[in-house]
């Protein structure tokens, strides 16, 4: 069984400030990570993704995030938030080789706030 | 990259009608797709996963008879709400695994609005 801990419902960064969106998880199997964004109104668009290859991922619009295995951590960050970054971010994670590979389990979510 | 798309974007049906949503992989097949259901500033649930050409699993407390859903080809599949009520207004959101590709590469839709009245 997997799941995913998102510590932080809401994160309010000021633009041009460090993004950082922690993802913790527990999976009994080597897992997949996912980090999605959900702007208003809209479907889930992926960011990066971790497949057990390199554990620093780098992602669209500048996000990047490392597997830690050690502390079973995947956080989201990016050097400098831009005002368009203000979303709601899900860290997802499901299990990797298994006939269930597909099935992700999500995290709560965290709503990031840019303000100027 | 991969597009999914989803119709109608938002519906509203009277109570104990039935209401159908599809999704669509445009531009690759899917042998997996699966329903979340979404509620206001919360997470994704996941309903079911859907199998082209055998039935959906369904994941525990959700309604099969309810939740009827449909993956007749490569490409497309249906959820159909039966019997709405009130309480089925939510936001759902298919998402579709690309066939053949490794690193469980999964492709969501814009989702769809159901109010039910």
């Known amino acids: 069984a997997q799941s995913v801990t998102q510590l932080g419902s809401h994160v309010s960064v000021s633009e041009g400030a460090l993004v950082l969106l922690r993802c913790n998880y527990s999976s009994s199997v080597p897992p997949y990570l996912f980090w999605y964004v959900q702007y208003p109104n809209q479907g889930l668009q992926l960011l990066l993704k971790y497949t057990s290859a390199a554990t620093l991922v780098k992602g669209i619009n500048g996000f990047e995030a490392e597997f830690k295995k050690s502390e079973t951590s995947f956080h989201l960050t990016k050097p400098s938030a831009h005002m368009s970054d203000a979303a709601e971010y899900f860290c997802?994670?499901?299990?990797?080789?298994?006939?269930?590979?597909?099935?992700?389990?999500f995290g709560t979510g965290t709503r990031l706030q840019v303000t100027l | 990259g991969a597009v999914v798309s989803q119709h109608p974007s938002r519906v509203i049906c009277k109570s104990g009608t039935s209401v159908k949503i599809e999704c669509r992989s445009l531009?690759?097949?899917?042998?997996?797709m699966f329903w979340y259901r979404q509620f206001p500033k919360q997470s994704l649930m996941l309903m079911a996963t859907s199998n082209e050409g055998s039935k959906a699993t369904y994941e525990q407390g959700v309604e099969k008879d309810k939740f009827l859903i449909n993956h007749a080809s490569l490409t497309l599949s249906t959820l159909t709400v039966t019997s709405a009520h009130p309480e089925d207004s939510s936001f759902y959101i298919c998402?579709?695994?690309?066939?053949?590709?490794?690193?469980?590469?999964?492709?969501f839709g814009e989702g769809s609005w159901l109010t039910v009245v």
């Open positions: 998402s579709a695994r690309e066939m053949g590709v490794s690193g469980n590469t999964i492709y």
């Open positions: 531009d690759f097949q899917a042998t997996t």
């Open positions: 997802a994670v499901s299990a990797a080789n298994t006939g269930t590979a597909s099935k992700l389990t």
